[in-house]
């Protein structure tokens, strides 16, 4: 099976529909109270699931269109967007090491595609 570009595009959106989710559930993590009043209130905790959510249906939708092989290693795409968002929205530390890492990860990543198109 050929993997389709359409799959591709699916998979990033929901890398980074993913990413934000759990930007998301972070915030309201930091607000959770195990009640059920104060859970319903809990709108960034309910929003990240609902993106989460999300991000599932565009995965799914994507692995229709291609190998497991080549689709699922652009999960590990989350992690750039995560640290890029935790940075922003965060105001997250990003020291050298963990820039390196997340180098590594996109290396890693194109080293995939281009062992596909081959």
């Known amino acids: 099976m050929k993997t389709e570009l359409w799959a591709v595009a699916l ?3 929901a890398t980074v529909i993913g990413a934000f989710g759990s930007i998301y559930l972070k ?3 930091e607000e959770l109270e195990f009640s059920l009043k104060k859970l319903v209130k809990n709108f960034k905790l309910i929003y990240g ?3 989460y959510a999300l991000s599932s249906v565009f995965f799914i939708v994507g692995l229709k269109g291609g190998e497991l092989s080549i689709l699922y290693p652009l999960v590990a795409l989350s992690y750039v967007w995560i640290s ?5 929205m965060l105001r997250e530390q990003m020291g050298f ?5 997340v180098l590594l990860i996109v290396f890693g990543v194109g080293l995939i595609g281009i062992g596909s198109a081959l």
């Open 49 to 51: 699931l609902l993106l």
């Open 84 to 88: 890029i968002l935790s940075v922003k």
């Open 11 to 13: 998979i990033l959106v």
């Open 27 to 29: 915030r309201g993590a």
């Open 97 to 101: 090491w963990k820039w390196a890492g």
